[in-house]
């Protein structure tokens, strides 16, 4: 590949990303948002203080002689410029240098510029606190800097969808990457489908742990580990890169598609309560989903799933299978070893039959 330099505008660069010129969703890439606000208003500082930020890493394909630009490294940066001016956040009010100085004409009582004995413009140095402002609350002559920001890109040409995932996983090989993070970029045959199970609705109605895992890459280990629990479980691996390395080469796209089909089923079958909520955490959604697949698959409706967590978290987690109960499992403190996850499924799959050996009594 040969890569090329380029010089934008900020404002002409933020332009082209809102047209989707430039595009900033490359399957692999980290979401944004990933920055807190200290970060975003030190960046956005950086930009009024005319000082240097690092180049923009983009990559160039070229499909049916159709050329698109992707953000391969610098997604954080870029997204945040393009809300500051957009999407009218506010500088944070924590910054370390936030009186910005610049040039202002002087201006007569009918706000035309005043001139002096020569007929230059007269101009003067002034002062302004970005502290908590918004892009439009600037003066103009603010906005016309950070528009007019020089910013760098270089660019990665006749780049091919594989080679933009080896890019991304080569510019974010540090510490900002997490392990998560960067065993995604291993799945880049299944990454949009990946993404597309994350966005299913029951991460936000039955999922019940932080909503940062939106964009750390959580939602996407989980839906992995999903897919090969219940579709190749004996492929399932505590290291999520061996794991997504497998389905990149060997899954279809059905494993994807029934996941996210099966995801939406639990949804509508569950009554979101706080205790139900409980159990799908980012440590067993996984294996709750895989008892599901295996309780409606051996016969019984959907609906009665919310049965069994109902009478499972009144009591039921208490029963002894081969002698251990459900809280035996989930305080093993290797969460994501193989043996205690099969360990989980193995035992909440025998604990249907003690459930439906239970109602059947009562009736």
């Known amino acids: 590949m040969t890569i090329r330099k380029q010089t934008f505008s900020l404002g002409q660069y933020l332009k082209l990303m809102n047209a989707e010129t430039i595009r900033s969703d490359q399957d692999c890439q980290r979401l944004s948002g990933q920055w807190n606000n200290n970060m975003i208003g030190e960046l956005i500082s950086t930009v009024l203080t005319d000082n240097y930020i690092p180049p923009i890493i983009l990559g160039e394909e070229n499909i049916n002689e159709i050329t698109r630009l992707w953000i391969i490294d610098g997604l954080q940066r870029s997204s945040t410029l393009s809300l500051f001016r957009y999407g009218n956040i506010k500088i944070a009010k924590s910054l370390d240098e ?6 202002r004409k002087i201006l007569d009582e009918n706000g035309n510029p005043q001139r002096d004995g020569s007929g230059e413009i007269v101009w003067a140095t002034a002062e302004f606190d970005i502290r908590n402002k918004t892009y439009d609350q600037l003066p103009e002559e603010l906005k016309e800097r950070f528009d007019g920001y020089q910013i760098e890109a270089a660019i990665h040409q006749n780049c091919a969808a594989t080679e933009m995932s080896k890019l991304v996983r080569k510019y974010n090989n540090h510490v900002s990457m997490n392990t998560a993070q960067k065993a995604f970029t291993y799945v880049d045959s299944f990454a949009r489908e990946i993404r597309r199970i994350a966005e299913n609705r029951f991460f936000l109605d039955i999922y019940s742990s932080s909503q940062k895992g939106k964009i750390n890459g959580t939602y996407e280990r989980i839906s992995g580990d999903i897919v090969l629990l219940c579709n190749y479980p004996n492929k399932y691996r505590k290291d999520t890169k061996i794991g997504f ?116 009594e009562v009736a």
Request: charged share 30%; no cysteine; glycine share 4%.
């Open 245 to 360: 390395k497998w389905l990149n080469e060997n899954a279809t796209l059905y494993d994807f598609e029934s996941v996210e089909s099966l995801l939406t089923r639990l949804t509508v079958s569950l009554e979101p309560k706080k205790e139900i909520r409980a159990l799908f955490n980012s440590k067993n959604t996984s294996v709750f989903v895989t008892a599901f697949k295996a309780f409606t698959e051996s016969g019984r409706k959907d609906s009665e799933f919310g049965k069994f967590l109902k009478w499972f978290t009144n009591g039921g987690n208490e029963t002894e299978i081969n002698g251990k109960t459900w809280e035996m499992f989930d305080t093993e403190r290797a969460t994501r070893d193989s043996n205690v996850v099969h360990g989980k499924v193995d035992y909440l799959v025998a604990l249907m039959d003690q459930f439906a050996s239970e109602v059947r």
């Open 98 to 103: 936030y009186m910005v100085t610049y040039q």
